[in-house]
């Protein structure tokens, strides 16, 4: 589903260098097209919005982005049950995936893991 690396565990992808947490794999399938289907409708009213420099209207479409996102588990509380930490938005190589983030960097032969990110 995603070009970009995952952790072993599916937890997170890597954008850049950065963790970004995955969707709840235990959505069923046809609820997760259907938040992902509203997901992208609200980020294309938050473009719009912007585009108009209609300030309350984007208000409203960040906060349905957000009502999104947390729905599929990629914000709010973690969906695994193991007490590990949420890991979101840090950075891999300062986080218990940092080994596994320099084998893939390795693998890459110093190359971004990313092809198309040359920050990944």
């Not at 995936?97 to 971004?112: E, Q, V």
Request: net charge positive; proline share 7%; aromatic share 8%.
């Amino acid at each position: 589903m995603t070009q970009h690396p995952v952790t072993p565990d599916g937890r997170y992808f890597v954008v850049r260098g950065r963790l970004w947490r995955m969707a709840n794999p235990r959505l069923p399938e046809d609820q997760r097209l259907t938040l992902v289907k509203g997901l992208m409708s609200a980020r294309r009213a938050v473009r719009s919005a912007k585009l108009a420099g209609d300030l309350d209207t984007e208000g409203q479409a960040h906060r349905q982005v957000d009502h999104f996102k947390r729905a599929l588990g990629e914000r709010g509380p973690v969906w695994w049950t193991d007490g590990a930490a949420d890991l979101n938005r840090h950075m891999a190589r300062t986080t218990p995936y940092a080994d596994w983030f320099a084998t893939l960097i390795k693998r890459s032969a110093g190359r971004s893991p990313c092809a198309h990110e040359p920050d990944c």
